[in-house]
C-alpha cells in the first residue's frame, strides 16, 4: 500500500477542463513495460494521486483518486459511471402489456477519443492471443492497429511519424471530449438541479451553489464519494481542491471546503481557485456578478483551506478582464481547452515535491507558508524555460540580466516583491556540466548547484526550497498545439523552424510557489471593487440567501488577512 496519499476534487467546469489536462500529463508519463534502469530512475511516485484496483472481471485499473463535480449535460460521450465497471446487461422490463422502446442515439466520440477505443481494443485482442492479463507491450499494440488496418479520420488529425496528431481547437467543447483516462465509477457527480450552458436557468451566482449542494440527496453523495476515496487510504496526507471562483461553483465548493475543515482537520487541503480569461465581460452586472462570487468564493477558501492559490491567464479580474500572461514561447488562443492546459501543466510541475518517494508532505509546505496567518499564496510559472538547444541552465539564468525566470498566473500579483518564502521547481533540464562558470556561479557542477545559488543570491532575505527535477513536462496529445515553430520537440528554443508535422513532445519547466508581499494588492483591489457594490441592488444574491451583514463580514475579512502581508507582521 502507498502512504501520503491525496483525494482530488475538481469543482466546476474550468477546473475540470484543468484537471483533464493534469491527468492526461501524468498518465503521458506512466512507464507500463518498465526496465530495470526506468525503475531505478523513476522520480514521481503516482500512488499519491492515484489508485490501483479490480474491475468485476478482476482487471487491475490504475484510476485517479478523483472527484468531479459539473452540471447536467456537461459530459457528451463521457458516462458518469465510466465504463471500467459496465456489465453490458440489461435490466430485464417486467411488464406484460405493449412496450415501445425509444433508444436515443449516443453522442458521436471524436477522432481522439475513437483512436483510443482502438488502441484499447488493440489490448485485448493481444490479450486474447496472449491468453494473459498482463500489461501488454506498445509494440504488439501498435502492430494489431496496424494488422487492422486502421486510419485516424483526417478532419482533426493526422499521422506523424508513424502516430496520430490531432488538432482539437475546434473539436474541444468540454472536458471529457479530450480526457484520455478511465475514470472510478465513484469519481463523477453531477448537479442536477441545472444544465451546463442554460442562460434560462443559470448557474452563475455562489447562492445558487450553496443550495445546490445543501440539497440532500446531493450533499449525501458528495459526502459518500469523499468517505469511500479516503477510506481506501493507508495515510492520508490531505486534498487538492480544483474549484471555479466565478459562478455557482464556488457556493460548492465554499461548502466542500467546510466539510473537509469539520471531519479531516488534522488533513491538509491545498485549494485552487480558477477564473476562466475569457469571461463575457460586457455588462455591469457580468463584471458586478464576477466580484461578488469571487469575494464570496475567496473568503471560504482562505478560511477553510490550509493554503489558496488563486489562479487565472487574466491579470487583472475585477474591473476589466485583460493584460493576458504573454509566455514568450507560447502562441496559445484565449479558449478553456488553451488556458487550462498551460495552468494544468504549472500545478504537475508545483506540485512535485511532496508527489514524490522524498520524505516530503504536502503540510511541509501549507504549514510554513500560513506562518502569521498569510493563507493566500501565488503562483508563477516557466512555459517552457527559455533555453537554448545548444546551451544550459546556468547560461538562462546569467542572460536574465534581474528579470525574473517566469510569469505570475494569481492576478494582480506581480510577485517583483522578495516573496516571505518560496518552493521554486525546475525540471526537465539536462544535467551537463556548466561551461566555465563564473562569479557566484564558480563552484556550480550541477542543475541543482546552480538553483541553489540562483535562489541564495537573488531572495536573501527569503526561505527558499528548491527542488530539480529530471523527468520534463510531457506535451503530446491531447495536449493543445500551443507553443511556436523557434520550440524544437524537447522544448529547446531552436534557431530553425521545426517541421509542421513534428509536434512538441516534452518541456523544461520551472515554477514558483510564493508568500509574498504583492498578495495584499489581491486582497485590496478585491475588496475596493466588492465594497463600491450596493449588495442591496443585487437581489438574485439576497434572495439567494445573502445577508447584507454578512457580506460585510465577508469584507472586513479582507481587510484583517491582508494586514497579514506586511513586513512588520513578521515582528508582531
Not at 484537471?19 to 503516482?46: C, M, R
Not at 445558487?208 to 493507508?234: L, N, P, Q, V, W
Not at 482562505?302 to 493584460?323: D, Q, R, V, Y
Amino acid at each position: 500500500m502507498c502512504s501520503r496519499e491525496i483525494v482530488s476534487l475538481q469543482i466546476g467546469h474550468y477546473s475540470n477542463f484543468v484537471g483533464t489536462h493534469w491527468w492526461n500529463i501524468q498518465e503521458s508519463s506512466f512507464l507500463y513495460s518498465p526496465s530495470e534502469a526506468q525503475i531505478k530512475d523513476k522520480e514521481v511516485n503516482h500512488d499519491i494521486l492515484w489508485r490501483e484496483g479490480k474491475t468485476f472481471k478482476e482487471e487491475v485499473t490504475f484510476t485517479p483518486r478523483l472527484i468531479a463535480v459539473d452540471l447536467k449535460g456537461s459530459l457528451i460521450t463521457l458516462k458518469q459511471e465510466g465504463i471500467l465497471y459496465e456489465t453490458n446487461q440489461q435490466d430485464d422490463i417486467k411488464w406484460s402489456g405493449d412496450i415501445t422502446l425509444h433508444k436515443a442515439s449516443p453522442a458521436e466520440k471524436n477522432d481522439f477519443l475513437s483512436n483510443l477505443d482502438k488502441e484499447d481494443q488493440a489490448i485485448v485482442e493481444c490479450r486474447k492471443r496472449t491468453d494473459t492479463a498482463e500489461v501488454i507491450d506498445d509494440v504488439d499494440i501498435k502492430d494489431t492497429l496496424s494488422r487492422a488496418g486502421t486510419e485516424a479520420n483526417k478532419s482533426d488529425s493526422q499521422l506523424v511519424f508513424g502516430k496520430v496528431d490531432h488538432d482539437l481547437d475546434n473539436v474541444v467543447k468540454v472536458w471529457s471530449d479530450f480526457l484520455r483516462v478511465y475514470l472510478h465509477p465513484k469519481t463523477i457527480q453531477i448537479i442536477e438541479q441545472y444544465y451546463h450552458l442554460n442562460s434560462l436557468h443559470p448557474f452563475d451566482i455562489y447562492g445558487a451553489g450553496i443550495k445546490a449542494i445543501d440539497d440532500y440527496e446531493t450533499k449525501s453523495e458528495m459526502e459518500d464519494r469523499i468517505h469511500h476515496f479516503c477510506e481506501e487510504c493507508d495515510s492520508l496526507q490531505g486534498f487538492h481542491v480544483l474549484v471555479d471562483t466565478h459562478d455557482g461553483f464556488g457556493g460548492v465548493g465554499a461548502q466542500t471546503l467546510q466539510h473537509l475543515a469539520d471531519e479531516y482537520t488534522s488533513k491538509s487541503v491545498m485549494t485552487f481557485g480558477f477564473t476562466p480569461a475569457n469571461l463575457p465581460d460586457n455588462t455591469p452586472v457580468s463584471r458586478a456578478n464576477r466580484i461578488l462570487n469571487s469575494a464570496l468564493s475567496y473568503q471560504k477558501c482562505f478560511t477553510h483551506s490550509s493554503l489558496f492559490f488563486p489562479l487565472s491567464l487574466a491579470n487583472s479580474l475585477w474591473k476589466t478582464l485583460g493584460n493576458y500572461a504573454d509566455f514568450p514561447q507560447l502562441d496559445f488562443k484565449m479558449i478553456d481547452y488553451h488556458t487550462s492546459a498551460i495552468l494544468a501543466a504549472t500545478l504537475d510541475t508545483a506540485s512535485l515535491p511532496y508527489r514524490t518517494d522524498n520524505p516530503i508532505h504536502m503540510c511541509d509546505i501549507t504549514d510554513n507558508f500560513q506562518s502569521f496567518g498569510r493563507k493566500v499564496g501565488s503562483m508563477s510559472s516557466a512555459l517552457p524555460i527559455c533555453m537554448e538547444a545548444d546551451s544550459n541552465f546556468l547560461d538562462v539564468l546569467q542572460d536574465l540580466q534581474g528579470s525574473l525566470p517566469w510569469l505570475s498566473l494569481t492576478p494582480h500579483c506581480t510577485n517583483q516583491s522578495t516573496p516571505f518564502m518560496q518552493s521554486v521547481v525546475v525540471r526537465g533540464i539536462p544535467e551537463t556540466t556548466p561551461r566555465s562558470p563564473r562569479g557566484i556561479y564558480s563552484s556550480c557542477r550541477s542543475v541543482n548547484d546552480t538553483l541553489q545559488v540562483y535562489l541564495t543570491e537573488n531572495f536573501n532575505s527569503c526561505l527558499n526550497a528548491g527542488t530539480v527535477i529530471n523527468t520534463p513536462c510531457k506535451v503530446n496529445t491531447p495536449f493543445p498545439h500551443i507553443f511556436k515553430k523557434n520550440v524544437n520537440k524537447f522544448g529547446l528554443v531552436s534557431t530553425t523552424e521545426r517541421s509542421r508535422f513534428q509536434g512538441v513532445e516534452t518541456v523544461p519547466m520551472m515554477t514558483s510557489m510564493q508568500s509574498s508581499p504583492d498578495t495584499a494588492v489581491l486582497l485590496n483591489t478585491l475588496y475596493s471593487d466588492a465594497k463600491k457594490l450596493n449588495i442591496r441592488k443585487h437581489t438574485r444574491f439576497l434572495e439567494a440567501g445573502l445577508e447584507e451583514d454578512d457580506y460585510q463580514e465577508i469584507l472586513q475579512d479582507f481587510v484583517s488577512l491582508e494586514k497579514c502581508y506586511s513586513p512588520r507582521s513578521d515582528m508582531d
